[in-house]
């Protein structure tokens, strides 16, 4: 098993920055990639980005290319998402998952607990 716990979410303005945390126990975190999706109000969850297990390669949708940068530090278990430029629509819950590379954005094997975003206009 692995638990992921998110940090970080908050409020901010149009055109700020926020960075969030996935800090994972359990399993060996290395050997998972890392998926980050979000959740606005009244829409279903959507992908944004995955980084590898070695942090090597990363992916990530048209709508976040070149605002959200995903790195991660296996040797504090953690995986962070870099946002910046944020747009009121990035308002969401953002999640973040474990699993393999190529189909963590489809059927992540574990899932954290969320943390809200929102961004003012």
């Known amino acids: 098993q692995v638990q992921l716990v998110e940090s970080g979410g908050g409020l901010v303005q149009a055109g700020g920055s926020l960075r969030l945390s996935c800090a994972a126990s359990?399993?060996?975190?290395?050997?998972?990639?890392a998926g980050w999706f979000r959740q606005a109000p009244g829409k279903e969850r959507e992908f944004v980005a995955v980084?590898?297990?070695?942090?090597?390669?990363?992916y990530y949708v048209d709508s976040v290319k070149g605002r959200f940068t995903s790195t991660r530090d296996n040797a504090k278990n953690t995986v962070y998402l870099q946002m910046n430029n944020l747009k009121p629509e990035d308002t969401a819950v953002y999640y973040c998952a474990a699993g393999e590379y190529y189909s963590v954005r489809h059927q992540p094997d574990y899932w954290g607990q969320g943390t809200q975003v929102t961004v003012s206009s």
């Open positions: 359990g399993r060996t975190f290395s050997n998972y990639a």
């Open positions: 980084i590898s297990r070695s942090g090597g390669s990363t």
